[in-house]
């Protein structure tokens, strides 16, 4: 404290500054390497995905197959621009939001008062603190005026606590919360009164900088889903590769025609080389991160929208995440043992009984709050102010909360009436010494007091008095109090939380409250929020247990209350052991340990920290509790759309393969060589990464339970259903252009009907998988724009394909008669109706 004496009033010369700001730094958090477009690019590049996808382009080019090269490139540079584009856009909106939150400080140096950035406060400045104010740094008071502190974002507690200067040397050791601490703390708000402070550490040295230092130990979860479509590419590239080995061997070494075997065995590899895969990931990862970001929520990673599809556990904060941290007056009660709950429907004679309780519990409030409760006090008095302008009273003098009193007194001069009026308000016990009730008295209102606290209230005791003379006395106790009530103040739900906290539990998703709030506080808010409050488990239980016994509390309790930062880490690391995949919300540097160690994290972007946000995956900028309803439902959607998508790939390569290999082995005319499977590609990857992307979510997508945590992407079931699909398309396709050559009809011709018929199949194959549970006629009638215009489009170029004579002798086509497409017609409308029919045996089998 060396700089106490010599700065008691001057404070620091700028010549101090420089030299402590060279020594310690700046005053901000540690904040991680900014993520520039170049480093997002090169980030993007290393994906293996993306760089299979420009393999795949860049191995067409060295077949000598120019079009489909550039087309695969171009898809993949396509994929790149909307990848950066939306990291890009990411980052800029996280800069503007830290920046928004950045605190100035009021310091004095050289003995005048200066407001600066709150990154220039160095060690021993001097702040000034009044309310509104935001602590910029880590300091111990020097003076103190009735002054309250909101530390919610650092310990979780709604409540302000009261601060006061040490009458003897401060400890060294102590921790942000407790009331009548000589200590503030960065990033805590001023809610009432005013104080000078010496600053005792800044940025990584403060509280809320060694959480941000805790964070750069723990890694973030890996994106399973990247990892399981990554080996599923490998699979499915290695089993193409020797497939189509084989069959040049066996062609070459059968009929002695390599050229021809070569050109095959090409095909065959291109049908199978699962270039798809890459760009339905890319694109659906993308495109959800765009479609999410419409509902207001920030994607920070893409990867991250599929993993909270599959949360099984979701941990929130109370404090302005189910709450919306404004407090509002939920009971009144009378001395007389009647009550008012304002939210009910009184009569209006009744509610005008308790009409001087609320004007007194304002009157006894500051005359500009900034104080949550006081504002609520006031809004609350003027709602059911009958016409008494209480401009009429002029403030004459303020007692102020002592430690030995907790109770304020506000005196006011009336320009009507001699004499003053005085109102005081403060914690029961305070007001019943003030009031000098008798043990009756006290002990109804104990009972009272006690009963509303039960319900989650904070109980404010009202008294007033009159008093006569002249000069006011020095202490608020001289006053003739009487009793007026007890007013219980409740911080409200949001809105929409019941509705979004019960869709979660339909949806098998647990919802855990972690909050530094009492026990009976937080199961009362619980209930209101709808959550199964079996067990409450506080943060001592929390300090005692070991690894086992912590992991045996997660599985069962749903609301922690009394949670210090660490333990909330504690929890959801126990819960990750137990086999949950858990989503973390929250919005203080309190959370961000626990933002960063869970599966996903969800911060909030308006009230938020931007320690909170850079932990997390996904920001709420608009802190609505029920987006992230929205968010889990886009994520389950996005996983069973990209199964379908996945099914499709599968299902489709089978006949394409099978057609490539069907000539090698029996001595049949060619039907697909290198243009027909370039052809049929621009058909599957728009198809797979834009019609299904844009399908529309199951019914039953919030109704099912989660899926498991170890199940894969491309499950064994889903690769049978795959399979069966495909070998019908093939079985029925190669029935087709075997029975049309034997009965003379030209290869030309019968390469035709084979591939349009190939490619009805395919539409047939698109309509099936668009949906596991939907009815037949909703493979029709189920809205999706992208699948009609692809649809147009894909007819139309195959039409020129069939009648423009260029394109046709580029195909090697023949005429295509009305009744040769009729039967290609029928082809497909006959595999869509058998699979509809076998696809309630597999219902069971695919189910997520």
């Keep these: 404290m060396s700089g106490t004496q010599r700065s008691g009033s001057a404070g620091l010369s700028e010549a101090e500054v420089r030299l402590r700001l060279a020594k310690d730094g700046h005053n901000e958090l540690p904040r991680p390497d900014r993520r520039t477009p170049m480093r997002i690019i090169l980030e993007v590049l290393r994906e293996p995905m993306l760089s299979l996808l420009l393999c795949g382009g860049l191995i067409y080019l060295l077949l000598g197959d120019l079009r489909e090269s550039l087309i695969l490139l171009a898809f993949g540079a396509i994929s790149i621009v909307i990848t950066i584009v939306q990291e890009t856009r990411t980052e800029r909106v996280l800069e503007a939001l830290r920046d928004l939150t950045s605190p100035r400080a009021l310091v004095i140096r050289d003995g005048e008062r200066r407001r600066i950035p709150g990154r220039e406060v160095v060690r021993d400045d001097l702040l000034v603190l009044a309310e509104g104010d935001r602590v910029a740094a880590d300091a111990v008071l020097l003076t103190a005026r009735d002054l309250h502190v909101d530390e919610s974002l650092l310990t979780g507690e709604s409540v302000p606590v009261r601060k006061q200067v040490a009458g003897s040397p401060a400890l060294a050791d102590h921790r942000p919360g407790g009331d009548d601490q000589p200590f503030v703390y960065s990033g805590a708000l001023v809610v009432r009164g005013e104080g000078l402070a010496q600053v005792e550490a800044t940025g990584p040295r403060s509280e809320i900088g060694k959480i941000g230092l805790s964070l750069r130990g723990l890694q973030a979860e890996p994106p399973r889903l990247q990892q399981q479509t990554a080996r599923l590419v490998r699979l499915c590239f290695v089993g193409g590769t020797a497939i189509s080995l084989a069959a040049v061997l066996l062609y070459g070494t059968l009929r002695g025609d390599w050229l021809q075997a070569l050109l095959g065995g090409i095909a065959i590899g291109m049908s199978m080389l699962p270039e798809e895969f890459a760009v339905v990931l890319t694109v659906f990862m993308a495109m959800g991160a765009w479609r999410i970001s419409k509902a207001r929520v920030l994607t920070r990673r893409a990867a991250a929208i599929e993993v909270l599809g599959s949360a099984t556990v979701l941990c929130t904060d109370k404090t302005g995440t189910l709450t919306q941290n404004q407090m509002s007056v939920a009971e009144l009660r009378l001395p007389n043992g009647m009550s008012l709950r304002p939210a009910s429907s009184e009569d209006a004679s009744v509610a005008d009984r308790f009409f001087e309780l609320a004007r007194c519990g304002a009157l006894a409030s500051s005359p500009e709050p900034f104080d949550p409760m006081e504002k609520a006090l006031h809004g609350f008095a003027r709602e059911r102010a009958s016409g008494e302008a209480e401009d009429q009273l002029t403030l004459a003098r303020t007692y102020g909360l002592r430690p030995e009193l907790l109770a304020m007194t506000q005196v006011w001069q009336s320009s009507h009436q001699r004499g003053f009026f005085v109102a005081a308000k403060g914690a029961p016990e305070a007001i019943a010494r003030l009031c000098r009730l008798d043990d009756a008295d006290h002990e109804a209102m104990r009972d009272a007091a006690g009963a509303m606290a039960k319900d989650g209230l904070r109980v404010l005791g009202v008294a007033a008095a009159a008093y006569g003379d002249e000069s006011l006395p020095s202490s608020q106790e001289t006053f003739s109090f009487r009793f007026v009530g007890l007013i219980g103040l409740a911080d409200p739900l949001r809105p929409h939380v019941p509705e979004a906290v019960g869709e979660c539990r339909s949806a098998g998703i647990r919802v855990v409250m972690i909050t530094g709030d009492y026990p009976a506080t937080a ?40 949670v210090l930062p660490e333990q909330k880490l504690r929890i959801v690391q126990a819960m990750k052991l137990a086999g949950e995949i858990v989503a973390m919300t929250g919005d203080g540097v309190n959370d961000a340990p626990s933002l960063k160690a869970a599966h996903i994290g969800i911060a909030m972007g308006g009230r938020g920290t931007d320690v909170a946000r850079e ?102 079931p889903l690769v049978g259903w795959s399979i069966l699909q495909g070998a019908l398309s093939f079985a029925l396709i190669a029935v087709i252009f075997v029975v049309v050559l034997r009965t003379g009809l030209p290869q030309d011709e019968a390469r035709t009907l084979a591939f349009v018929a190939l490619v009805v199949c395919i539409f047939a194959l698109v309509l099936v998988n668009r949906s596991f549970s939907a009815s037949f006629l909703s493979a029709f009638f189920r809205p999706n724009r992208a699948l009609f215009w692809i649809f147009l489009s894909i007819a139309a170029v195959l039409a020129v394909t069939l009648f423009w004579p260029a394109a046709s002798s580029l195909f090697r086509f023949g005429p295509l008669h009305l009744d040769d497409l009729m039967v290609t017609l029928g082809a497909g409308l006959l595999l869509l109706t058998a699979l509809e029919l076998l696809k309630p045996l597999w219902m069971r089998r695919l189910r997520f």
């Excluded at 621009?682 to 039953?700: Q, T």
């Design 523 to 562: 199961v009362a808010i619980a209930r209101q929020a709808g959550l199964d409050v079996r067990d409450v488990v506080t943060g001592e239980q929390i300090r005692r247990a070991t690894e086992p016994e912590l992991e045996q509390l997660v599985e069962t309790a749903n609301v922690f209350a009394r």
């Design 615 to 716: 932990a997390s995956s996904i920001v709420l900028l608009d802190d609505d509790f029920g987006s992230i309803v929205s968010a889990i439902r886009l994520g389950r959607r996005i996983y069973d759309n990209l199964r379908k998508a996945m099914a499709f790939i599968f299902a489709v390569h089978v006949p394409i393969a099978g057609l490539a290999l069907l000539p090698l082995v029996f001595g049949l005319p060619l039907i697909l060589g290198p243009v027909h499977i370039a052809f049929l590609e621009l058909i599957i990857d728009p198809v797979c990464s834009l019609v299904f992307e844009a399908e529309r979510e199951e019914r039953d997508v919030m109704a099912r339970p989660p899926r498991r945590a170890d199940s894969e992407l491309f499950s064994w």
